[in-house]
């Protein structure tokens, strides 16, 4: 089963510029996606984890101009897309080994994996670079 994530934000009222006293409305739903290594490497002929990556992905609210600046940032557990499955393999499971790479075979360059996460809101998405030696 797939985890949502929800998030609840507080806002406060606070005046900007020449604008009506109290008529900000803070509302974060604005969210940014973002996963890490872009870029990463790693050898096939390896045992485990020399032949591996983590990406780690996480979805945080977007700050807005005259609101309290967003504290919180949530792990995301994205759907990977490998055009590569014979010589890499990426988990898409819903827990901590989400985002492992597993390099089986050379790879001739660099090989993009997309991320896609879907909130009751939007649908992000991610690239990143693998390269199997």
Not at 23 to 48: D, R
Request: proline share 9%; hydrophobic share 35%.
């Amino acid at each position: 089963m797939k985890k949502t994530l929800l998030a609840l934000t507080v806002c406060s009222l606070v005046p900007v510029g020449c604008a009506d006293p109290g008529s900000v409305v803070c509302n974060n739903t604005a969210m940014t996606f973002a996963v890490a290594p872009a870029t990463a490497t790693a050898n096939h002929s390896s045992a485990a984890p020399g032949n591996q990556v983590q990406f780690k992905s996480t979805l945080a609210p977007t700050p807005q101009a005259g609101c309290p600046t967003p504290t919180f940032i949530a792990v995301a557990y994205p759907t990977w897309t490998n055009p590569d499955p014979l010589d890499i393999s990426i988990s898409s499971a819903q827990d901590s080994t989400n985002g492992t790479a597993v390099c089986s075979g050379m790879t001739s360059g660099t090989v993009t994996l997309t991320a896609t996460e879907t909130t009751p809101q939007q649908t992000y998405m991610q690239n990143v670079t693998l390269t199997c030696q």
